[in-house]
């Protein structure tokens, strides 16, 4: 019999989705895939196979509510809403239909319709270029697994939380949110996943209740047994098998290094983000769930600088969301009273990608297509239940309007238009709203940049997105592996872009801020303070390291900085001056580095 192999200090890479060090032994959740086999039925056996399908529709349902309302923790609970997602879907009629459609059609079982169904839902997502809108496809990847298990292998649920015992760290292959709110958090104290994203809903959940997690570690299930000691750095995004005893030492002091830093980062979470000679930025966060409102607080944000509104039409397969539907969702976030400021992003994808009522053509480019705004002003009544849910909402708090993909003043004025219209009809019916909320445009495509003088004299605020801007300014895919080195925030180019938007913007009075994933990254804080930027969002747990290093940076110093980063003709180049900088500035955050 050969002999099963043993891995001493074996060190796998993945992506860290939830900060946190931790070291424990494994609780291997193996639940293995199921096998659909395709069957031909007859016509009399098709009532049979649709019984099957919501017989089991029926039970995942039950299972979520069970798990759901098990949940003891009052923390726990508030991330409930994710499973509420998963049973919305369930019982969506499109869903079960379209199923129900492929068995009587096709003659096929239940569960070879299920994949059949489910593979054409798939397919839309993989077309979505924004990884994060991507990952949101996952949700119907965990609610077909969960319906093929019932299907072929019967009621049993595949996580029990009573099988975890003792402080563990789970190795799966995958898990849902579901496994992830089910687990008793006083029993794990980590997790690592062959598959996974950073925004999936699971990774959302693991930096929610603050588990450290690494996900997409490719083949961890396969490489570890229970009760096996493994290290989980989820700031690195490494997991460690079975680590020798130097690596234990070394990563216990790290991870009382990271614990005082968190409890320093907290301190500074509190603080205002203002320069030692006085210059003051606003740090806000990027959201897309009611349910991250808590976070936000937590971790500093005066605003919210992108509330992302794509999940509300993703999490639907079947209709639209009403004027109502976004405006109970709209007003829980105006009701915050902490927050200065609540900047709503209108609808960023392409009509195919939610809903089939909508005529959409075939497009080779779906990115540099009919999207986010262009999409909206050729369909004026989905783009006015958006607006106008904004504007209910706004009498309860500081909401404002960002416009996504403005390439043109045209676009610009025909939304403000079709605001005005919105406006207009809801005075007609004697609703109330905030006659004077701000609407804003994203500068993320590059002729923005080049008429951002013309612009900024249409609008009351700029917000830049770096992603996009530096995709297409630079003509490179950032999740194509072969060109994604060549994604480089301070190119020349970029750089300048940026800088004539900051100084257009302030030429007209009005605000400008950056919400991409520059913003996220505190080595990059002293060149957004040297280009003159107003206000930076990012994610939550970002905040308080932004605020360390502004609050460690003197303004003047910073725009001396940046004067001679954009010297530089190799954005390499500027990549080292500038994190020597900061490993001079901040050695203990910032390691140096050689040119």
Known sequence: MKQEEIFVNKILKGIGVSSGITMGRVRLIDRGKVAITKRSISPRQVEREVSRIKNAIQEATDQLNQIKNSIPDDDVRKHAFIIDAHILILQDEFFVNSVIDVIRSELINAEWALEVVVFRFLTSFDKVEDPYLRERGQDIRYIYERLARILVVGKKSPISPKAVKGKAIIIAHDLSPADTIQLNLNRISGFATDVGGRTSHTSIVARALEIPAVVGVGNVTSLVKNN??????????????????????????????????????????????????????????????????????????????????????????????????????????????????????????????????????????????????????????????????????????????????????????????????????????????????????????????????????????????????????????????????????????????????????HAHKITIALCGEMAGEPRYVPVLLGLGLDEISMNPYSIPRAKKAIRGLDHGYCRELLDEIMKKDSPAEAEVLLKNEMARLFPGDFPKVRG
Do not use: W
């Open 228 to 505: 096996d000691l493994v290290i989980i750095d989820g700031d690195e995004g490494v997991v460690i098998i079975n680590p020798v005893k130097e690596v234990q030492k070394e990563y216990v002091a790290k991870q009382i290094h990271l614990r005082n830093l968190k409890k320093e980062y907290l301190r500074v979470a509190r603080l205002k983000a203002e320069t030692k000679d006085g210059f003051r930025m606003r740090v806000g966060a990027n959201i897309e769930l009611l349910a991250e409102m808590d976070i936000v607080e937590k971790y500093g944000a005066i605003g919210i600088g992108l509330y992302r509104t794509e999940y509300i039409y993703l999490s639907r397969k079947h209709d639209l969301p009403t004027e109502m539907d976004h405006y109970h969702i709209y007003r829980r976030l105006a009701e915050n009273k902490t927050l200065q400021y609540i900047t709503i992003r209108t609808l960023d994808i392409g009509g195919d990608k939610f809903v089939s009522e909508i005529e959409m053509p075939k497009e080779i480019n779906p990115a540099m297509g009919l999207r986010a705004i262009r999409l909206c002003i050729k369909e004026i009544p989905l783009f006015k239940a958006q607006l106008k849910g904004i504007l209910r909402a706004s009498s309860y708090g500081p909401l404002r309007i960002l416009i996504p993909m403005v390439s043109g003043i045209e676009e610009v004025r025909k939304t403000k238009a079709i605001i005005a219209e919105c406006m207009e009809e809801l005075s007609r019916k004697r609703v109330s709203y905030n006659k004077d909320i701000k609407t804003g445009i994203m500068i993320e495509v590059p002729s923005a940049c080049m008429i951002s003088d013309m612009l900024a004299a249409e609008v009351d605020f700029f917000s830049i997105g770096t992603n996009d801007l530096i995709q297409y300014a630079l003509a490179i895919d950032r999740v194509n592996e072969y060109v994604s080195y060549l994604y480089e925030p301070l190119h020349p180019a970029v750089l300048k872009m940026i800088k004539k938007a900051v100084d257009d913007a």
